[in-house]
């Protein structure tokens, strides 16, 4: 996840740097927790494959709080309960007081819909530290990518819910060519309904997703976008505003943030290039780990095809940091040993090599990311010469 106004904030002089733990180092991470893969809503890029159904073997509540108590041993400190939608389920509110009474931060990931008047009362005495609610789009576009007509009316009224009652909201859009025209309006959307934070996905091929990735967004409309965040994002700290613009799921974005303030802001280039440096991209399997709803333990929350083990079976603190397997060590490498593109890349040791899951779904888990919006130009790379055409 790339903090850009943090990143800005610390520029200003308005904020410290995002703190970092060295690149690829083996720490207690931030935990994106699948509490059940049980969802009211079938989403086109979806990533567990949900669907409004029981599924078998989830962990029960018992099983729930000995994980969080797990967690807490091997001292993570952040903790993200997400789904399918995490609010079908009975101990949600049980769970989170138990990790909040652990000293965790604990955020809960929603798609908003079945928030209430009815709970949102329920919803403020869980002292979340924060929420975020995905919209993908304005109406008619969201509606159709969540495949339920009346979502997005319901998701708007969960933000508004929400605010009132003085929940720390953040809006969480996947970017697609279906939306990426409406991107301004969803942050015009952000203002209208005082929302803290803004978090760009961008798609990841796994889940529905990979079924989905002819809808990923082209590159160029990847680069428009995040360049209207990074001047959206320092326009709100020019003027005061308590925002909070991140991105996530394409390192890359840290090398157009780079760029962005070599035109914008040339004075702070080689601060901002140090800082980058430090943060050391992406953190798979090292800064970001995912517990599924049956207790496997990933890399992340797209590496579902990959299991270092269940926490049923063996404690968190074992398998992510005293006997991690070989995929995990490999991904903690730092730069790492990848090919294509990536491989050859001058800002590999900032960006890490993006998102191995886009690759591994190319067909080559160690190969570039497709999702690299940069040009050969930008990492580095030779021109390819021209074969001149000679006439007879």
Partial sequence: MLRISQYLRALADQGAAPRTSPPGSPRP??????LLRRCN???????????DSVFRDELDTAAARAVIDDLHQAGVKVLILSGGEPLLRDDLFELSAHARSKGLFVALSTNGTLIDEHNIGQIAEAHFDYVG??????EQTHDAFRQLKGSF???????????????????????TQANHAQLPQLLDLMREYDVQKFYLSHLNYSGRGRRSRRLDAHLQMSRDAMNLIFERAWEDIQQGRDSDFVSGNNDADAILLLHWVGRRLPEHYQVLREMLLAWGGNASGSGIANIDNTGEVHPDTYWWQHSVGNVRHTPFRTL???RPDALLQRLREHPRRIGGRCGQCRWLSICNGNTRTRAWAEGDLWGQDPGCHLSDEEIGLEPVPLIPCVMH
Avoid: F, K
Wanted: proline share 2%; hydrophobic share 45%.
């Fill in 41 to 51: 809503l079938t989403c086109r890029h979806c990533y567990a494959t949900s669907a």
């Fill in 133 to 138: 609610i995905s919209i993908d789009g304005l």
């Fill in 153 to 175: 009316a319901s998701s708007m009224r969960a933000i508004r819910l929400c605010r009132e009652q003085g929940i720390r909201v953040g809006l969480r859009t996947t970017l």
């Fill in 29 to 34: 991470p931030v935990v994106i927790w699948n």
């Fill in 320 to 322: 992510w940091l005293e």
